[in-house]
């Protein structure tokens, strides 16, 4: 079969139950859920093979700030015949000029750094069961007054507006925060998502903040499961393994065009929303 009999669409929620295929053949444990909020956030193309779905690819923008590149998965018996390569030219008109970002695995690095991405921060992917934990005095459930200042600290830390993100997690989850001076300094949300939960994102003025974030939600699931993706940057790394939640895997996030960040922001990225989304 030739890259020419291949047929490119705009994906639509007709080809969702296809993509969750797609997507445990990869190994990811997306369930349809999770793939209709990213749908839901997204625009996508889905590459089609005779009917059948063999490529996915979302970009999910925020605002003209930014897109991510993401859920970019090739059938396994149509791979190294360029077929991801059509779906980021794809991706990358949809995207247009906003500046990019997405998470690279080991196998997709090359790709990438041809179309000019450039090596940012690792992902480390912690997952396990949640232990019982007492919850923090300093944090609280957020209230629906909390979200535009949520959103507003958000933009600090990411750079870009996710606000219809943030709303998201609010109407299928659950966010944290931490109030001081009647001000929000940091807030946390939990999913549903895979296996069981994910925690994130996570944005902290510092990282006794983002730690309370986290063990806020994860004393609210003892015995359950619970994932958390962190850049390496954050330094949560040795905390969470010590919680019982493994470093099981990541990615390489990646931006083109690269873009400097203060050092002396307000507010900081400790956990992504998940490695799709950032």
């Known amino acids: 079969m030739q890259l020419s009999e291949i047929e490119l669409q705009t994906f639509g929620a007709e080809h969702l139950e296809s993509a969750v295929q797609l997507s445990r053949q990869a190994g990811w444990p997306h369930r349809l859920e999770d793939w209709q909020m990213a749908l839901a956030l997204s625009d996508g193309v889905v590459a ?3 009917g059948r779905v063999v490529g996915t690819t979302l970009v999910t923008a925020y605002g003209n700030d930014c897109a991510t590149i993401n859920m970019v998965i090739v059938d396994e018996a149509m791979r190294g015949r360029g077929l991801g390569r059509g779906l980021m030219d794809a991706a990358l008109r949809l995207a247009g000029d906003r500046p990019l970002r997405l998470v690279a695995t080991a196998d997709g690095l090359p790709l990438y ?6 090596e940012t921060d690792t992902v480390l992917q912690h997952q396990g069961i949640a232990r019982e934990l007492a919850a923090p005095a300093e944090t609280a ?3 629906a007054n909390d979200i535009t200042a949520i959103a507003d600290l958000d933009r600090v830390a990411f750079g870009a507006d996710r606000r219809e993100l943030i709303a998201y997690l609010a109407k299928v989850g659950a966010l944290a925060v931490i109030r001081r001076n009647g001000n929000v300094n940091g807030y946390a949300a ?3 998502f895979g296996r069981g939960d994910v925690i994130g994102p996570v944005v902290a003025a510092n990282v006794d903040d983002a730690k309370a974030l986290v063990v806020h939600f994860i004393a609210t699931r003892p015995g359950q499961f619970v994932r958390v993706d962190i850049t390496a940057e954050a330094g949560l790394s040795p905390w969470l393994s010590d919680l019982g939640l493994a470093h099981v895997g990541g990615g390489i996030a990646m931006e083109k065009p690269s873009v400097p ?3 002396d922001r307000a507010a900081t990225i400790f956990a992504l929303a998940n490695q799709a989304l950032g």
């Open 48 to 50: 089609l093979e005779a």
């Open 113 to 118: 750094e041809k179309l000019g991405f450039r």
């Open 141 to 143: 459930m957020a209230t």
């Open 190 to 192: 939990l999913r549903p």
């Open 261 to 263: 960040r203060a050092a």
